[in-house]
């Protein structure tokens, strides 16, 4: 089964491509202009959020760097604990927030120390899966798309991941 699924998903980025590109030809379509105009449109869309993506990428270098995270899972840990999330997630937590590629650095970190598992390492991998870098994608796609007023956007990120971070200790303790 493993490997009949393994040729499917090889075929199936080159199946959709060719598709597109048919799909492009049958309706009369310059499909080569159409692909130079919509990588042109997202070479400057990366030019245009490249800045609040270098200074996301340094604030959360500076907040690990300095202790910063250890700090603050030292200090939020006495809470944590007596709902069953370890201290040593809160950092990952944070960070997560702002940028998922960091949050893989402090996983990996996790899975060296407790293993992967471990109830530990249950709730960050689950945690990974079902939360968001909340003030990433704020920020990058609503820089793109010039979007100003962001009403609730932020609470409901917020809630959402809260839901995700809940959920990840109650079924890691379920599996464990």
Known sequence: MANVLAHISGIIIPAMIFYIVAYGLVNGSNVY?????????????????????????????????SGFLDFLGRLAGRATESVGLPADLVPLIFIKLFSSSAATGLVLDIFKTYGTDSRTGLITSIMMS???????????????AKVTKTRY????ALIATAAGIAMSVLLAGIMA
Do not use: K
């Open 33 to 65: 202009e159409d692909f130079i105009r919509g990588a042109a449109d997202g070479f400057r869309t990366v030019i245009q959020i490249m800045p609040t993506l270098i200074g996301l990428m340094m604030a959360v270098g500076i907040l690990r760097a």
């Open 130 to 144: 079902c939360t968001e870098t909340c003030f990433y994608t704020m920020s990058v796609y609503f820089l793109a």
């Open 153 to 156: 956007t932020l609470a409901g």
